[in-house]
């Protein structure tokens, strides 16, 4: 037993187990496919494949793994617009969603700044903002549609480069994503210590150098929280947004399986959709750690 | 020696706050002046309203009523021109130690060329005994290495005057005797009138030219004042076994036991005939400016 502890195998044993007992519940209501070769009244061999089980259209974890095997084995290949390597997809996906979390990070911040500091800006925008904050990515993107339709940009071979579905998607991203980052700023700013604001005051520094010398750093460990957060979402909302408009990325590419009955790819893109988020939380984290250290 | 002019008149400064049954006075009619190059001491209890004091000389608070008059020239607001040492050194935790004093260096001194901006903070640094660490984050640094910090970004940028409120509150007894010694040595060089907040007895009796006694708040008030006589440059030794030294120390302690609680201003007679012959009461080598009046 000591040796057991001694070896630390109980971080690694533990999580494998509760993997294999959760691929084991899987595998028990998952359904399985039989396959029956009968020679019918004409003499024709007819062979036929039925599915048993608890949920017999849910793919078995071999299933899973089998028609998953060329999307991960060539993660980067693209063989068509709507079949490409799992990776290639994901790396669509990201791409979107890092436009989307920029504008949500640029009018965030400035919008937490305001609140932070100003208390009737605070009581003005509270309403609004709480009422605005719990409403879907599902709901958004829709007005995105209304507001941008009849936007296009036209490059030189006149394919339409960004249309008003790609403007819609950054939208709906932008507002469900800025919210933690404007909540966490204007907390981060209301709790910068009244002394480091004295120091400010005694030095007359002005209205600028304030900002930059002593709010910014005294807000950052707050304020990377709330990018934390919000990446979180921006990741959450493409899946959402992918599925709506039909983009190439894991989200649209999970949509499109399901319509085309391979169940097993909603599977690979879930999964996929949960290791991405997972690393990118962590790498947020590790950014944000180094801040609240500093 | 003559009298000098007083740098720094406080005039009936109140402060009071709203509450919902009507203000709450925290300091009520505060009268005191200060001569150039003096070093007065406020004492009393916790939470008399000494530091608000402090805070309104320093503009961080706003007083109700009264006037302060710095050099001549009426101020409300805070400025440069009055160098704050706070109880916690207030160092911005995202600077180094020299950082934090070219702050406001850089603020005070903004025409100078840079060499000589960083080299007066260096020197202010090395003064205070950081010579070492200055380029150190005040996470890397104990507190008393803190609140030299703060006592040299204070004195770098040569105020008109400085305050200082509880600057040792928080350090054990023996950093607070060598920050001390520091704090005298930057002052004796100087020559900065200096208004400081303690709850220290003897730190006040070592430091000051005068203390002021405050009464309980709410309502605070100048109390008393005493005229510490000893002459400077004190050495430690010879103030602790001067036999003035328990006398003087007995009579502030008595003061915060026992009388604290009366306001001068209640009693029906002429308070300042009453102040004025306890502050006359030893010979001072530094001229008694009139106090309450």
């Not at chain 2, 007083?63 to 101020?75: C, Q």
Request: aromatic fraction near 10%.
């Amino acid at each position: 037993m000591k040796f057991f502890y001694q070896l630390k195998l109980d971080a690694i044993l533990l999580p494998v187990i509760a993997l294999l007992i959760c691929l084991g519940g899987w595998a028990l209501i998952a359904g399985h496919g039989k396959t029956t070769v009968s020679v019918d009244d004409w003499g024709d061999k007819v062979t036929k494949t039925e599915r048993f089980g608890l949920s017999k259209n849910l793919p078995s974890p071999a299933e899973t793994w089998t028609a998953s095997k060329p999307y991960i084995v060539e993660p980067f290949a693209k063989r068509g617009e709507l079949d490409q390597g799992i990776l290639r997809f994901a790396w669509l996906s990201l791409k979107l969603v890092a436009q989307g979390y920029a504008i949500a990070l640029l009018l965030g911040t400035p919008i937490g700044f305001f609140l932070g500091l100003s208390k009737n800006f605070t009581r003005a925008f509270d309403p609004i903002i709480q009422i605005l904050r719990p409403v879907s990515p599902l709901a958004w993107l829709p007005l995105g549609m209304v507001l941008f339709s009849g936007l296009k940009v036209v490059d030189s071979t006149g394919r339409t480069t960004f249309g008003t579905s790609d403007a819609a998607a950054l939208f709906t991203i932008a507002i469900c994503a800025m919210w933690p980052t404007v909540l966490n700023t204007a907390v981060g700013v209301r709790a910068v210590p009244q002394d480091y604001l004295n120091v400010a005051k005694v030095l007359k520094l002005s209205k600028p150098k304030t900002l930059f010398k002593i709010l910014i750093p005294s807000a950052l460990p707050y304020m990377f929280t709330g990018f934390r957060l919000s990446l979180g979402i921006a990741w959450l909302v493409i899946v959402a947004v992918e599925m709506l408009i039909g983009k190439p990325g894991v989200g649209g590419f999970l949509w499109q399986q399901y319509n085309a009955n391979s169940y097993a790819h909603i599977i690979l893109s879930i999964l996929t959709i949960g290791f991405i988020g997972y690393i990118l939380d962590r790498m947020m984290s590790l950014i944000e750690g180094r801040f609240r250290s500093a | 020696m003559t009298p000098l002019a007083p740098i720094l008149e406080l005039f009936k400064l109140s402060k009071a706050y709203p509450t919902p049954k009507g203000p709450a006075v925290i300091v009520r009619d505060f009268n005191l002046n200060l001569a150039k190059g003096e070093f007065v001491t406020l004492i009393g209890h916790s939470g008399c309203g000494k530091s608000t004091v402090l805070s309104m000389v320093a503009g961080l608070t706003d007083a109700t009523e009264g006037s302060m008059i710095l050099a001549g020239r009426e101020t409300n607001e805070a400025g440069p021109d009055r160098g704050v040492v706070f109880q916690s050194p207030c160092l911005l935790p995202w600077l180094s130690a020299f950082e934090n004093v070219m702050l406001g260096v850089n603020q005070v001194y903004f025409n100078a060329p840079k060499v000589e901006r960083r080299e007066l903070a260096e020197y202010y640094l090395s003064v205070v005994g950081l010579g070492n660490a200055m380029h150190k984050f005040p996470r890397e640094l104990s507190q008393g290495m803190c609140q030299r910090v703060g006592i040299a970004r204070a004195f770098a940028l040569q105020p008109k005057m400085l305050l200082l409120d509880e600057p040792f509150g928080m350090l054990d007894s023996l950093t607070k005797i060598e920050l001390q010694e520091v704090l005298l040595e930057l002052w004796r060089r100087n020559k900065l009138t200096t208004l400081m907040v303690t709850h220290d007895v003897d730190e006040a009796i070592f430091l000051s030219d005068r203390v002021v006694m405050m009464s309980d708040g709410p309502e605070a008030e100048v109390g008393d004042i005493l005229t510490i006589p000893f002459a400077r440059p004190r050495i430690r030794a010879e103030v602790l076994t001067d036999p003035r030294y328990m006398e003087i120390r007995n009579h502030l302690l008595t003061f915060l036991n026992e009388r604290s609680h009366i306001r001068p201003s209640r009693i029906k007679t002429p308070r300042s005939e009453e102040t004025e012959t306890v502050a006359c009461k030893y010979e001072s080598p530094v001229a008694a400016v009139t106090s309450t009046q």
